[in-house]
């Protein structure tokens, strides 16, 4: 029969420091949000293109057309990675001033991985999302697009060719 009571805590092959358990689950958080921003990374880059013929006016007059070409770039936004950053600081300041055992450290520890892997997922799948949602013809027509701040960076150029 399991008796309910305080739970332990696997040290494993680390030293005999109390904060032992607290550095590798560290560690492990540090490695997760590397792996998150990296996904962010992956998830955060495209570009769509497209080109059309638009009318023209020559010197002379004549009517002529150009191929207008736009191309949209997305980078991954900075403040992303401020923002995974944040979270990993600030979820080491709460330890270092609440945490008054090394279960509840460790589950601030936790805590702040699923915070960062969600922040890089959702920011990720948005900007992506917003990136296959833009009307690819209104970029040569003209129009409005909106940018997905803060999620990602996008860039807009646009050429003229005769």
Do not use: K
């Amino acid at each position: 029969m399991r008796t309910m009571g305080t739970p332990t805590v696997d040290t494993g092959e680390l030293s005999r420091l109390p904060a032992g358990p607290i550095l590798v689950r560290l560690r492990r958080v540090l490695i997760t949000t590397a792996g998150a921003a990296a996904v962010y990374t992956l998830l955060g880059t495209g570009s769509i293109g497209t080109c059309a013929d638009t009318p023209g006016s020559a010197a002379g007059g004549s009517g002529t057309t150009q191929v207008t070409c736009a191309n949209l770039v997305m980078h991954p936004s900075w403040i992303v990675y401020a923002a995974l950053a944040a979270i990993l600081f600030v979820a080491i300041g709460r330890i270092a001033r609440r945490a008054s055992s090394v279960p509840e450290a460790l589950r601030m520890l936790d805590r702040a991985a699923i915070v960062a892997v969600a922040v890089a997922v959702v920011s990720g799948l948005i900007g992506m999302a917003w990136l296959f949602l833009v009307p690819v013809h209104s970029l040569t027509e003209g129009g409005t697009i909106v940018f997905p701040f803060p999620f990602s960076a996008p860039e807009l150029t646009i050429t003229h060719n005769p």
